[in-house]
């Protein structure tokens, strides 16, 4: 039963990526972007195009979405609360602070990305070691210092905003707080690419983990889970996945919080299951998000992260309670 | 055999009991009673190593227990407690194959055919079959006693320490729970396990510990530590003994 939803979901996943092809400034017929993809040599407008512009920009979609939907998965787990997502780890608000404080000093927008990443890691550096108790982390602490760093750094960007002379630095500062993937390409895919690779590796090491986790410390510990290096382990690849999609796309929430959520009603929460379907819900999610985003109001773009709140939010509201409601 | 040498237990600043000297047989029940807060349940924890003892060792097969790695530990001792947890949309399967974690290495996700066996025995043994996809959520509190067993049976370790394996349960589950625990340990399993009911305790366990403040008691056969004497002395209540067909048993006097 599992293994035929499995194969389902592979099939939408990709579907969803391929329809994501489809949206763009120029009309291409699936058919012309179906051959531009199987001949990936063609030297036409349309397979530059397609490997150039939009595949790029398809693929940071979805390996951000699954980025992000992982470590959303895998902290929930952890500290047992469906309320957390991976910027409890304080990444997007110190991403966020040092790339509104960069903007405010005039520093060049291509340099802005990596700042963001440093800044994202060395928050959540600050963070675990706050949160740290003993030679484990202590879950209410995590969450302590999750919002308040991320309140500090929050009332940082509030302050820039407010301190910036120019329309145009503010207009920057909350494009990039709204998310957004425009002007992405292969580069700067290749620039997070061993950051997300480090934090995947992190997650499969946690995962087998992660069930014993959900049952409690001590239930975990009974049954051979060394607790402490676990949960470093989800925190390290938490953080490292959450601060790559954050230089790559900027703040998108909602997909570290919801689809978690939707896996787990999907397959359940054991996490051989729940973790690859969360990689696929959210690259596919994200991925379908931004070709929305860039055709809904074409030729401009509506941010990414504004977007799925408004329609992902009311959906997964409906689809909750509608499951909830006694037959 | 487990050998617990000169054990003092405790946590944070407090020991709660100190200079326990005791040895437990392959095949042996054994009952932990004592009042609230004497330390049972810490006592269960630095057995199976995940509280750190206080003082002295414990002994696993002539091995100290801090020598073993966590899941080598877990494939020798598995420790069944009651405390609830937040566990939504796991199948009562899904949490007795949490047992089976100590026998994967890190990269083998999926369950095997032994790991099957080993989960269906344990729902067996606790009646739980035909439970066996249904939320965790939706148990009644008794069921989801017997699903922490199972749990702790999936691990199929020699040793099993429980702690209040029949709070929750009517008597009837309480009744066949212990059964399984006597039935477990005539197959050769050690079982460690604290219980509340001094007669259930005399009834199904070989060996009684009797833990008071700050020290053990006693650890003896039922007919020695059920006794008006200890238990007053470690319970501060005067019990009046009778004695029937099937060993001692206690009844607390109540003031009219």
């Not at chain 1, 108790?133 to 940082?156: E, H, W």
């Not at chain 1, 002007?183 to 995947?200: H, V």
Request: charge should be neutral.
């Amino acid at each position: 039963m599992v293994s035929l939803r499995f194969v389902l979901l592979v099939s939408m996943a990709l579907l969803a990526l391929f329809g994501s092809l489809l949206a763009g400034g120029s009309a291409i017929a699936p058919a012309d972007i179906a051959s531009a993809l199987l001949h990936p040599h063609q030297t036409s407008d349309i397979a530059t195009i397609v490997w150039q512009l939009r595949m790029p920009r398809v693929v940071i979609a979805a390996v951000v979405g699954a980025a992000l939907a992982i470590g959303g998965a895998l902290l929930q787990g952890m500290l047992r609360n469906p309320l957390v997502d991976p910027y409890l780890t304080g990444v997007s608000a110190g991403a966020a602070a040092a790339i509104a404080l960069a903007i405010l000093a005039g520093v060049a927008a291509p340099a802005l990305p990596a700042l963001g990443f440093v800044a994202g890691l060395l928050t959540a550096v600050l963070v675990a070691a706050l949160a740290r108790r003993g030679s484990g982390v202590d879950p209410n602490r995590l969450i302590l210092a999750g919002i308040s760093i991320s309140a500090l750094f929050s009332a940082v960007v509030a302050f820039a905003i407010a301190r910036s002379n120019s329309l145009d630095a503010a207009q920057s500062i909350l494009a990039w707080l709204a998310g957004s993937l425009a002007g992405r390409g292969w580069n700067d895919l290749l620039f997070a690419l061993p950051y997300l690779g480090a934090g995947t590796l992190l997650a499969l090491l946690a995962a087998p983990a992660l069930d014993a986790l959900r049952v409690g410390d001590i239930r975990a510990r009974a049954v051979g889970v060394d607790v402490d290096r676990a949960q470093w382990l989800i925190l390290a690849s938490t953080s490292l996945l959450a601060a790559a999609s954050v230089a790559l796309a900027g703040m998108i929430g909602f997909i570290g919080l919801i689809v978690p959520h939707v896996a787990r009603r999907l397959v359940g929460s054991s996490a051989r299951f729940l973790l690859p379907v969360c990689a696929l819900l959210g690259a596919a999610l994200c991925a379908l998000a931004d070709a929305i985003a860039r055709s809904i109001v074409a030729p401009s773009e509506l941010p990414i992260g504004v977007l799925l709140a408004f329609i992902g939010v009311p959906a997964f509201l409906y689809l909750y309670l509608r499951q909830e409601r006694p037959a | 055999m487990i050998a617990l040498e000169s054990l003092a237990v405790g946590l944070g600043g407090r020991t709660f009991v100190r200079d326990i000297d005791a040895r437990i047989a392959a095949g042996e029940f054994l009952a932990v009673l004592g009042p609230n807060g004497v330390g049972k349940t810490t006592l269960l924890r630095t057995i199976c190593g995940i509280v750190p003892a206080r003082a002295g060792h414990v002994e696993l097969d002539g091995m100290a227990l801090r020598s073993l790695a966590p899941a080598a530990r877990a494939r020798a001792i598995a420790f069944v407690t009651s405390d609830d947890a937040m566990i939504e949309t796991l199948r009562v399967h899904d949490v007795v194959a949490i047992g089976r974690y100590p026998h994967h290495p890190w990269w083998e996700w999926n369950e095997n055919l032994s790991d099957d066996a080993a989960i269906e025995r344990a729902l067996e043994a606790v009646a739980l079959r035909d439970a066996e996809q249904r939320p965790f959520t939706t148990l009644s509190s008794g069921e989801r006693q017997r699903v922490w067993i199972a749990m702790g049976l999936a691990q199929e370790t020699p040793v099993l320490l429980l702690d209040e394996p029949t709070s929750h349960l009517d008597v009837r589950v309480a009744h066949e729970i212990l059964a399984l625990l006597r039935r477990l340990a005539s197959r050769g399993r050690t079982v460690v396990c604290v219980l509340h009911d001094l007669n259930d305790a005399a009834a199904y366990a070989d060996r009684l510990m009797l833990l008071g403040r700050e020290r053990m008691l006693a650890c003896d056969v039922p007919d020695r530590v059920l006794t008006p004497s200890l238990i007053e002395r470690a319970y501060g209540i005067t019990v009046a003994r009778v004695e029937t067909p099937a060993g001692p048993r206690v009844f607390a006097h109540v003031p009219k």
